[in-house]
């Protein structure tokens, strides 16, 4: 058997050992209230009325100027939305808001040490943040129109208002993840062509005021290397007027935003009228092969659909308070604590830190001392509270209308504990499958509308029409039990518009496979393949099964098996590496990373030491190995392929299945003596 055709054959396995579990229903208080109870929904978006039904999403915003076209497909598949319609994000998750919410919390900042206070950022405020801020950006950053600038910030209120303050001037955005290298944010810096950076000195994580402002200094360094040249390095303090990192400022390329910042005392800027389909950001995923991908999403069909799923899949009212434990560095942070939040008028919580800090109490202690009443976090972040004090909800009282999960697939087991503990049995739950790519939800229930099913993300959410295809490119059907790679048939709203500055890459990965023409301007020719194993059920619920290709979910962020391996290959000794994904409690998955050395090295706990933290220094921490084991030569096809595939199963303890036909069956054998 080929890999494939063994990999086929263990997702339609797991499908099928996988029994369906029944049906959890909301309850009649949550559904009185919910924003969305017309079945008339799924209908509205049937493919019939596809592309006008997303007119329903684009509607909830402000325009300056009605679009003439929905959705203009000559350039296929890149597509465009709401074509011709001027549109401001900031304008719309701010101005447009302080007519009759100006003394409401927009961000409720909780800051980690337990002895800060909470700082609730009125709709006000922010507009007067983001004003100045913006100010300062195009008058002493020089930035303009069009222009990248990369972020490299914590969890604080600073960060969204950096965000809004570049929408403002339609100036592109490129946050990287905090806890991300200074090398990974050099890279970021590189293929975005960013001039100027925005940073912060220090924060806190796990009780440790880290030194940010180093990676700074990193990712310029590296990124002048590479051929791009930061000019401008905008700092904020974490604590204004107080340096908290040891790393100097260098002279004329750094700056102290709060030191800048009284010059644009009072200073107003009016929002740029931005055409819909100009880029808002850039984020960027990990993909097959090693380059981060720059997926970049349009300002207006991207805020029209982060802004239509947050009302009706996140049921946001503007009186709720909405908390979603995700990092803004990531998608999720960027549709659903800001864009789709900020754009409804409703109070958004910003967390600095981890949610067990300082015990398991404290997400808890958040909930109820804010009166959170919508939740949402990750399987991961279940686990380890779950772990650390099952008994823990019960002791505070706060009270979930609503919560979230996103990110990786969840066990049923895990669900029902979220559902009963930390929902206190009375909670809806939506399982929220979607990617950096699609800018906001794929499958999910529409809360009051569809029964939940553990483990199950539901069917597509309006407007989206997923299809499972096999490898010849047949539908398979919903109920026969057998996996396949999820795509979605049409274009929607939210979906990136390309890989920044990488076209070719972004039409060969996500469409070439199953696209029917190349030539055709029809949409119909083009499902997007999202790269997802998955099975639907009779009733039209899809179950994700994981990744087809090599990427690994750690805490449900997707890590590039071959970023992991080229860190590895910093270290000279090193000949050849493969990453593997190993099934962890807590984490859903973590990366176990097998080495085998040149010519004349050998092994030592110092070196697998220090290959471990030539990944941790290239990519994160996040990224850490679970265990770096040198071996003597890796498992290969006879072709030279590193069978990934063997080594996973070693580390999973499983059974390896037939390495006969291998080039090297011996060392299968060796290396499961030692890792196994
Ligand atoms: C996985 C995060 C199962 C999936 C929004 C996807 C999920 C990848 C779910 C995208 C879910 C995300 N159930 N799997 N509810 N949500 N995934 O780009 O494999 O960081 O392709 O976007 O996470 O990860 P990304």
Same mark, same amino acid.
Request: glycine letters at 8%.
């Given at each position: 058997m080929s890999e494939k055709e063994i990999r086929g054959a263990s997702e339609a396995e797991i499908a099928v050992l996988w029994g369906e579990e029944p049906y959890v229903y909301p309850s009649t208080e949550f559904i009185a209230q919910a924003n969305m109870t017309d079945p008339g929904i799924y209908k509205r978006f049937s493919l019939e009325n596809f592309p006008n039904c997303f007119k329903e999403y684009a509607d909830l915003l402000d325009w300056y100027e009605y679009w003439h076209t929905t959705l203009d497909t000559s350039d296929a598949p890149c597509w465009k939305?709401?074509?011709?319609?001027?549109?401001?994000?900031?304008?719309?998750?701010? /101005?447009?808001?302080?007519?009759?919410?100006?003394?409401? #919390?927009?961000?409720?900042?909780?800051?980690?040490?337990?002895?800060?206070?909470?700082?609730?950022?009125?709709?006000? !405020?922010?507009?007067?943040?983001? &004003?100045?801020?913006?100010?300062?950006?195009?008058?002493?950053?020089?930035?303009?129109?069009?222009?990248?600038?990369?972020?490299?910030?914590?969890?604080?209120?600073?960060?969204?208002?950096?965000?809004?303050?570049?929408?403002?001037?339609?100036?592109?955005?490129?946050?990287?993840?905090?806890?991300?290298?200074?090398?990974?944010?050099?890279?970021?810096?590189?293929?975005?062509?960013?001039?100027?950076?925005?940073?912060? /000195?220090?924060?806190?994580? &796990?009780?440790?005021?880290?030194?940010?402002?180093?990676?700074?200094?990193?990712?310029?360094?590296?990124?002048?290397?590479?051929?791009?040249?930061?000019?401008?390095?905008?700092?904020?303090?974490?604590?204004?007027?107080?340096?908290?990192?040891p790393t100097p400022m260098v002279k004329g390329r750094d700056h102290y935003v709060n030191e800048l910042l009284p010059d644009f005392y009072g200073a107003r800027v009016e929002p740029e009228k931005m055409p819909a389909e100009d880029p808002l950001f850039l984020m960027y995923t990990s993909g097959t092969t090693g380059k981060p991908k720059g997926c970049q999403h349009s300002i207006g069909g991207y805020l029209a659909y982060v802004a239509g799923t947050s009302k009706i899949v996140l049921d946001i009212h503007p009186e709720d308070v909405y908390w979603c434990m995700a990092d803004i560095g990531w998608i999720t942070g960027h549709s659903y604590i800001v864009y789709g939040p900020l754009a409804l008028g409703a109070s958004t919580v910003v967390y600095e830190g981890v949610p067990t800090f300082p015990d398991a109490g404290r997400a808890w202690r958040i909930s109820q001392d804010l009166g959170v009443n919508i939740f949402h976090t990750a399987p991961t972040a279940i686990r380890a509270l779950r772990k650390l004090g099952p008994e823990e909800p019960a002791k505070y009282r706060y009270r979930y209308k609503l919560m979230v999960t996103v990110g990786e697939p969840i066990e049923p087991e895990v669900w029902r504990w979220y559902h009963a503990v930390v929902g206190k049995g009375e909670a809806a739950i939506v399982d929220t499958w979607w990617q950096t790519e699609t800018g906001?939800?794929?499958?999910?229930?529409?809360?009051?509308?569809?029964?939940?099913?553990?483990?199950?993300?539901?069917?597509?959410?309006?407007?989206?029409?997923?299809?499972?295809?096999?490898?010849?490119?047949?539908?398979?059907?919903?109920?026969?039990?057998?996996?396949?790679?999820?795509?979605?048939?049409?274009?929607?709203?939210?979906?990136?518009?390309?890989?920044?500055? /990488?076209?070719?890459?972004?039409?060969?990965?996500?469409?070439?496979?199953?696209?029917?023409?190349?030539?055709?301007?029809?949409?119909?020719?083009?499902?997007?393949? #999202?790269? /997802?194993?998955?099975?639907?059920?009779?009733?039209?619920?899809?179950?994700?099964? $994981?990744?087809?290709?090599?990427?690994?979910?750690?805490?449900?962020?997707?890590? $590039?098996?071959?970023?992991?391996?080229?860190?590895?290959?910093?270290?000279?000794?090193?000949?050849?590496?493969?990453?593997?994904?190993?099934?962890?409690?807590?984490?859903?998955? !973590?990366?176990?990373?097998?080495?085998?050395?040149?010519? $004349?090295?050998?092994?030592?706990?110092?070196? !697998?030491?220090?290959?471990?933290?030539?990944?941790?220094?290239?990519?994160?921490?996040?990224?850490?190995?679970?265990?770096?084991?040198?071996?003597?030569?890796?498992?290969? #096809?006879?072709?030279?392929?590193?069978?990934?595939?063997?080594?996973?199963?070693?580390?999973?303890?499983?059974?390896?299945?037939?390495? #006969?036909?291998?080039?090297?069956?011996?060392?299968?054998? !060796?290396?499961?003596?030692m890792a196994g």
């Open positions: 939305w709401f074509v011709g319609g001027k549109i401001n994000a900031s304008h719309n998750c701010v /101005d447009r808001h302080l007519a009759r919410h100006r003394n409401k #919390t927009a961000i409720h900042f909780v800051p980690e040490p337990i002895e800060e206070k909470t700082e609730h950022v009125t709709y006000q !405020e922010l507009w007067v943040r983001v &004003n100045e801020f913006a100010a300062l950006l195009r008058d002493f950053a020089k930035l303009k129109k069009g222009d990248r600038v990369t972020l490299h910030m914590p969890m604080v209120p600073e960060l969204p208002i950096a965000m809004l303050a570049c929408a403002r001037l339609g100036v592109i955005h490129s946050q990287v993840f905090g806890g991300f290298s200074g090398r990974a944010c050099a890279d970021r810096i590189v293929d975005s062509q960013s001039r100027v950076l925005i940073t912060m /000195d220090a924060y806190w994580r &796990n009780g440790t005021l880290g030194d940010h402002k180093k990676n700074a200094d990193i990712a310029c360094e590296l990124a002048a290397r590479d051929g791009q040249k930061v000019d401008t390095v905008l700092v904020w303090q974490r604590y204004p007027g107080k340096a908290s990192s906001g939800f794929l499958c999910s229930t529409l809360p009051a509308l569809k029964p939940m099913k553990p483990g199950s993300a539901g069917p597509g959410v309006p407007g989206i029409h997923p299809v499972i295809f096999d490898e010849e490119g047949n539908a398979i059907p919903g109920g026969t039990g057998r996996a396949g790679n999820i795509c979605i048939r049409n274009p929607w709203p939210g979906g990136f518009q390309t890989i920044w500055g /990488d076209r070719e890459r972004y039409v060969r990965q996500y469409y070439a496979r199953y696209c029917r023409n190349p030539q055709s301007k029809d949409w119909r020719d083009w499902p997007y393949m #999202t790269g /997802d194993a998955a099975v639907e059920a009779a009733d039209g619920y899809f179950r994700i099964l $994981g990744r087809v290709d090599d990427v690994i979910n750690v805490s449900g962020h997707r890590l $590039g098996t071959k970023e992991i391996e080229s860190a590895a290959l910093t270290v000279p000794e090193v000949a050849e590496a493969a990453v593997v994904p190993v099934a962890h409690e807590i984490k859903g998955k !973590e990366p176990d990373l097998y080495v085998s050395l040149k010519p $004349g090295f050998s092994p030592s706990a110092e070196l !697998e030491e220090r290959i471990g933290q030539a990944v941790v220094r290239e990519i994160g921490k996040i990224a850490k190995p679970r265990k770096v084991w040198i071996v003597r030569d890796m498992p290969k #096809t006879r072709s030279g392929k590193i069978m990934r595939r063997v080594l996973a199963a070693i580390s999973n303890k499983k059974d390896v299945g037939d390495v #006969t036909t291998l080039a090297n069956p011996e060392v299968v054998e !060796e290396i499961a003596r």
